[in-house]
């Protein structure tokens, strides 16, 4: 079974701290990926990564900076945490389809999450 | 602007009667379309899929329809079942810029199966 794991479950930060969310994924999946969950908003997409060291901006990346120094592990910064950045944060892993392991396209498979609270 | 849109945010049904959740997408370089399921305090899980080359596909109680020519897509569940009650997301595959692949989701329809 896949396994994405994420560091904490629930964080409470204050407001300027420096916030670090890890996630680690046992499957050997190029793709990772950081999206946040907010009521009415569903999933969004921050950052992602397709292999070490490369990433692309998502859909809402501003305020947000990842950091992909190993396959199975990426890190999502909060450099100067703000209350709006209270959320869900969601961490998932995936083949690259087409190649040995994943087939044509690939699902992403999601850890648990983490309940970020900045005061 | 959303790509997909799920526009009911929620939805009851009784037990043992069908669940019929819609979602509708205007890009028609889609061609791929997900479905996860997603519990409180728990990380999304997948469902069920589509390709865009199939009408419709099927996995136990859970059927997906495709409907290229509307953009539309379904998820029916029969029969209904109390643990069914979850949120539920439908995502369709996209190419970014880059050339990675990436998941663009609807926002969640919200489905409540009462005993």
């Known amino acids: 079974d896949v396994k994405v794991t994420q560091s904490s479950r629930y964080l409470v930060k204050r407001t300027g701290e420096k916030v670090f969310l890890e996630c680690v994924q046992d499957m050997d999946h190029e793709n990772m990926f950081w999206y946040r969950q907010d009521p009415g908003l569903g999933l969004r997409l921050i950052y992602f990564s397709y292999d070490v060291k490369m990433k692309e901006k998502g859909d809402i990346p501003e305020g947000y900076s990842v950091s992909r120094e190993k396959k199975e592990r990426f890190s999502l910064i909060l450099e100067s945490a703000s209350t709006n950045q209270t959320s869900m944060y969601l961490c998932a892993s995936s083949f690259i389809p087409g190649l040995a392991g994943g087939g044509i396209y690939n699902e992403q498979f999601f850890g648990p999450g983490t309940r970020l609270t900045v005061l | 602007d959303q790509q997909v849109k799920q526009n009911s945010p929620s939805l009851s049904v009784q037990e043992g009667r069908i669940s019929i959740l819609n979602c509708d997408y205007t890009n028609s370089m889609f061609d791929y379309f997900l479905w996860y399921k997603k519990y409180p305090a728990e990380g999304p899980t997948f469902l069920i899929s589509?390709?865009?080359?199939?009408d419709k596909n099927e996995d136990g109680r859970f059927t997906v329809f495709l409907n290229k020519s509307a953009k539309h897509l379904s998820l029916h569940i029969v029969p209904s079942q109390p643990g069914d009650s979850a949120v539920y997301f439908c995502a369709a595959s996209a190419i970014t810029e880059g050339g990675s692949e990436k998941l663009v989701f609807g926002k969640g329809t919200k489905l409540t199966v009462n005993p």
């Open positions: 589509i390709s865009s080359i199939k």
